[in-house]
């Protein structure tokens, strides 16, 4: 009778443990936690239609085990950060585990719709190397759907500068920005001989990745030229080109540029990134005209020998601009 | 068809048990195979094309659900109705034919569920794929397993119960409450409470069913198999204590980074580093009674299994509570680092428990040695290196991909990096899938094969450690 009584007792005490963990992890927060929808929260029941069923089949095609929809104070890539408010109407949520792709929190607005019908359907066409799988078995009606649930993600929040550099570097950069306005002409082409002393060998004059020391390298140097680079705040150039990138041959500048040739190059970068129908950036820029076909690499050479020639050996530290 | 309908209904003593085992070898083959596809696509990802029900995104909820519900769940009640049985001196289970008619449910419920999740049918959330009707199928063989072992274990002239009998009933009763809190065909919540359940259930199938099973196993093999007395029963009854104590509020170090609740992710956090103490004062205890033994391995393979899965509780357990501490977790989270934990604990760890008990209690429970110790022995390497190799693959995957995203730089400039270790991974799922098609087919000679060696069919009467 007493052993009977142990095992009561034992088995009262562990229900009784289990339902407070139940209650306290679970139902307590459902109790306390229950945020005000933010701005950027898509109410589905006031958007068109198609984006609910188009997240029906995000879910129902499992692009959640490799596409995050949170990011996180690290992820400096991926655009504003998210709060608690932003997945009041998320049910059930597609927050995800593992990125074999990038985060899709911001994804609406990036690119056009007739990109991302060619990206599901065969996306190894748009982006080389990528391991996504093809969803063209999707009736045309879930593609559109997709597609029209992939452009609400964070197209409230879309900013025109969403990479940021680490804090440490923002916090620097705020310090350090009344050196140089960044976003004048005469900074830009200051920036430019710095550039074309110590950057074009590798990225090209023109910023497209294609310099003549590239071809020896198997990590390719970054074509500035992107659109994507448009994205790159003032700070997040200048974390770049402080620290470099590790694993491939972008040296850490800081150790050979000052802080302000470092700014006068951050305003000459910010001028590369185009979309391909507009004008490089909104800085006049009149010199070196001569070099705008980028295809002849011969006069790439020829450029950086005649550049040598003016300035001496480019040597690291490069020249105040003239 | 008689024959067939007899052996699926049978009431004969631990026909059960055998069935359970049986089918869930074959959910092994079936899941790993699907695991091995959705490996092969991150390497070659127009392997398949136009085929929904092939695509990555649908074969991966497959194959988490083939081999946890599948293969893991049904060996571990296999095991649990034969333990149950034989631990508390019963001559059989309370009921056969109820056991058996959870056997088909269960079964029907697997294969079923796979094909619903195959053609888009599915929940989608991670681990809780399965839709409403499969949910109640999954608690109703969960209670009616519950009913048949607890009626059993109550009803057995033994009134002191080994530390095993402790484990399995604790995992019958709490892994049906951690179901019905998880799956939305129950419980529903919105926004990211629904993440705070659906992880709340992601890890508790882990901590209070493989886990609390598993070792509950293990207590009984590792005595058996080197003729050990338990090293110590109070330590076995601390471990078994403070994992019900510390298991059950982990979940929420799943989405550490995400804005749930501070105060839930700070105990998420300490409980995860808290599950060292049972994980230590279980390793000790396992260690501690293989003394003096360990020589064994050399020719007994199920032990050689046993000792694995230590190995791999031992490395799963200390990597667990480190990744879940903010600090790595911080750079870990969303990689593949995550994905070589988790095949860790499932194959290296859990697996490898129920690979030792299949080829302990199937003869137990058939009366015919098994069919070839060769073949046990390649189903052992094979599966031991193929996590070794995958594990190692999987883990530098996550290190290289977590150093892209730091970064900050696109994924199409780094996802390239990773293709190497994509193809180890594949080879050596090859690897695994090989050694269980041997596996199922040694076991499969072992039941059916008309010419056996016998071995006196009496499991009942043996007195425990």
Redesign the interface.
């Known amino acids: 009778m007493e ?1 009977r009584l142990n ?1 009561l007792v034992a ?1 009262a005490y ?2 009784l ?2 339902v407070t ?2 209650v ?3 139902y307590l ?2 109790l ?2 229950q ?1 005000e929808a933010s701005e950027v929260a898509t109410n589905y029941e006031q958007e068109d239609p198609a984006v609910l069923r188009g997240r029906n089949v995000y ?8 596409h ?1 929809q ?1 990011v ?6 991926t655009g504003e950060m ?3 408010g ?10 995800g ?6 985060d899709l929190s911001n994804i609406g607005g990036k690119y056009p719709d007739s990109w991302h019908w060619a990206h599901h359907v065969n ?2 066409a748009v ?12 009736s045309h009606d879930d593609m559109s759907d997709l597609i029209a649930y992939l452009q609400t993600l964070g197209a409230k929040r879309k900013q025109p500068h969403w ?1 940021n550099g680490p804090q440490e570097y923002r916090d620097k950069y705020h310090v350090i920005s009344e050196l140089v306005d960044v976003d004048s002409s005469a900074a830009a082409n200051a920036g430019r001989g710095i550039y074309m002393q110590n950057c074009a060998v590798c990225h090209g004059v023109q910023g497209k990745g294609n310099g003549p020391v590239s071809a020896t390298m198997a990590k390719k140097p970054a074509n500035f030229t992107r659109p ?1 680079y448009a994205a790159y705040s003032n700070d ?1 150039w200048y974390w770049r080109v402080a620290e470099g ?3 491939t041959r972008m040296p850490r500048w800081k150790k050979s540029l000052s802080d302000e040739d470092m700014l006068y190059l951050v305003a000459f970068l910010k001028t590369l990134p185009n979309d391909g129908s507009a004008a490089a950036g909104e800085v006049e820029v009149t010199e070196f005209s001569q070099l705008d076909d980028p295809n002849k690499l011969d006069d790439n050479y020829k450029y950086i020998e005649n550049l040598g020639a003016d300035h001496g050996a480019y040597q690291y530290g490069g020249g105040r601009p003239h | 068809m008689n024959r067939f309908l007899n052996a699926v209904f049978s009431d004969e003593p631990f026909s059960a048990s055998r069935n359970f085992l049986i089918s869930a070898i074959f959910w092994l083959v079936f899941g790993t195979t699907i695991g091995l596809t959705a490996g092969a696509l991150m390497t070659w990802p127009d392997l398949i094309h136009e085929v929904p029900q092939l695509s990555f995104g649908r074969l991966r909820p497959v194959h988490t659900h083939g081999v946890l519900i599948g293969w893991l769940s049904m060996g571990y009640v296999g095991c649990m109705f034969f333990l149950g049985t034989v631990l508390s001196g019963s001559k059989r289970l309370w009921s056969e034919r109820l056991g058996n008619v959870t056997m088909v449910v269960w079964n029907l419920l697997v294969g079923l569920g796979a094909l619903s999740i195959m053609n888009g049918y599915t929940e989608a959330r991670e681990y809780a794929e399965l839709q409403g009707i499969f949910d109640w199928m999954v608690l109703a063989g969960l209670i009616l397993t519950g009913i048949n072992v607890y009626k059993t274990v109550l009803s057995g002239p033994e009134k002191k119960w080994y530390v095993t009998l402790w484990y399995i009933l604790g995992a019958l009763f709490w892994f049906p409450i951690v179901y019905v809190v998880g799956n939305r065909a129950f419980v529903q919540f919105d926004g990211l409470n629904d993440a705070i359940a659906g992880w709340f259930y992601g890890h508790n199938i882990l901590g209070m069913w493989f886990t609390v099973g598993g070792v509950g196993i293990l207590y009984y093999l590792i005595p058996r198999f080197t003729g050990n007395p338990l090293y110590s029963h109070t330590l076995s009854m601390i471990g078994f204590w403070t994992i019900g104590m510390f298991y059950a509020p982990t979940g929420t170090h799943h989405i550490l980074q995400s804005p749930v609740p501070e105060w839930l992710k700070a105990i998420a956090v300490i409980s995860s580093v808290f599950l060292l103490v049972p994980v230590f004062t279980v390793l000790t205890n396992f260690f501690m009674t293989m003394k003096g033994k360990w020589s064994l391995a050399a020719d007994h393979v199920p032990l050689r299994f046993v000792m694995a899965s230590g190995l791999g509780y031992l490395l799963t357990c200390i990597q667990g509570p480190f990744q879940a501490t903010r600090g790595i977790n911080w750079y870990i989270h969303f990689s593949n680092w995550v994905v070589g934990h988790a095949h860790m604990a499932l194959l290296a760890t859990f697996s490898f428990i129920v690979f030792a008990a299949v080829y302990y209690i199937i003869p137990k429970v058939t009366g015919r040695k098994v069919f070839s110790k060769q073949l046990a022995v390649w189903h052992f390497w094979l599966s031991f290196l193929g996590w070794i190799i995958m594990m190692l693959a999987l883990t530098i995957a996550g290190l290289v991909q977590a150093a892209g995203w730091h970064f900050a730089l696109p994924v199409d400039q780094w996802g390239m990096e990773l293709e190497p270790y994509m193809f180890v991974r594949f080879l050596s799922g090859v690897m695994i899938v090989l050694g269980q098609i041997l596996f199922m087919f040694n076991i499969y000679k072992t039941v059916f094969s008309k010419n056996y060696e016998p071995i006196p069919a009496s499991p009942t009467g043996m007195a425990y450690v």
């Open positions: 052993k095992y088995g562990i229900a443990v289990f963990i139940i306290v992890t679970v927060p459902y306390k936690f945020p879910r129902r095609e499992g692009c959640f085990y490799c995050t949170f996180r104070y690290q992820d400096r890539e998210v709060a608690a932003d997945y009041v109407h998320e049910t059930p949520h597609v927050l585990t593992e990125r074999t792709g990038p996306p190894r982006k080389p190397g990528s391991i996504m799988p093809s969803f063209s078995y999707l990479i994507y997040m990138v590790a694993g």
